[in-house]
Structures are given as C-alpha cells and as structure tokens.
Nanobody
Framework: QVQLVESGGGLVQAGGSLRLSCAAS????????MGWFRQAPGKEREFVAA????????YYPDSVRGRFAISKANAKNTVYLQMNSLKFEDTAIYYC????????????????WGQGNQVTVSS
C-alpha cells in the first residue's frame, strides 16, 4: 500500500510562486509514476502534471505548461510541483497521485491519492 502526503500549499499573491511536495511511503518513487491534480469548488478534478517512473518524461495540460514544473527526487521518495506565475484561477485543492504503470492524464489512471492541500491565489 502506498501513502502520499502533500505539503507546501498556502496563500500567495497573483504572479507569485509556490512549491508543493508529496512524500511517498510504502513503495519507492522510482517504482511509481506520479501526478498532480486540482479541484476548485464546484468543478471537476483537473489534471495538472505527470512524471514517469524514472523522472525522464513529463506531461502538462496547456493551462499550466510553461508555468508549472513537476520533478522527482527518488532518493527522497518525494515528488514536487513548482508553480510560478500563479493566477487567481489556479486556486484549488491540489492532490498528489501515483500509479505503477506510467504517465496518465486522467484521475482514473491513478491508484493512490494524497489528502489534498489548499492553494489560494489572491488577485
């Protein structure tokens, strides 16, 4: 069983930056593909970023490409989401997710989920 714990959320002004962390336990990160999703009030869960098991490939939707960056520190069993040039519409609860298969941009492609971490961007 894999446990995921996110940290690093909070309140930031528009244009600012935040880095989210997701610590995995139960399996090593090198065995897992990881992803980040977000969900704003009244909206469906949205794909934000994904990285494959060895960290060599990443994938982003157009809404965050060029502003967000996902990375893995397999030695620390941790995945990060660096968020720059934040916008008001980035406000959401951000979730870390993991699977044993590979890059996926759908929530149904992930087996394990963290508890979520609030990110609020003030305009």
């Amino acid at each position: 069983q894999v446990q995921l714990v996110e940290s690093g959320g909070g309140l930031v002004q528009a244009g600012g930056s935040l880095r989210l962390s997701c610590a995995a336990s139960g399996r090593t990160c090198s065995d897992l593909a990881m992803g980040w999703f977000r969900q704003a009030p009244g909206k469906e869960r949205e794909f934000v970023a994904a990285i494959n098991r060895n960290g060599g490939s990443t994938y982003y939707p157009d809404s965050v490409r060029g502003r967000f960056a996902i990375s893995k520190a397999n030695a620390k069993n941790t995945v990060y989401l660096q968020m720059n040039s934040l916008k008001f519409e980035d406000t959401a609860i951000y979730y870390c997710a993991a699977n044993h298969y590979g890059l996926r941009n759908s929530a149904t492609g992930y087996e394990y989920w963290g508890q979520g971490n609030q990110v609020t961007v003030s305009s």
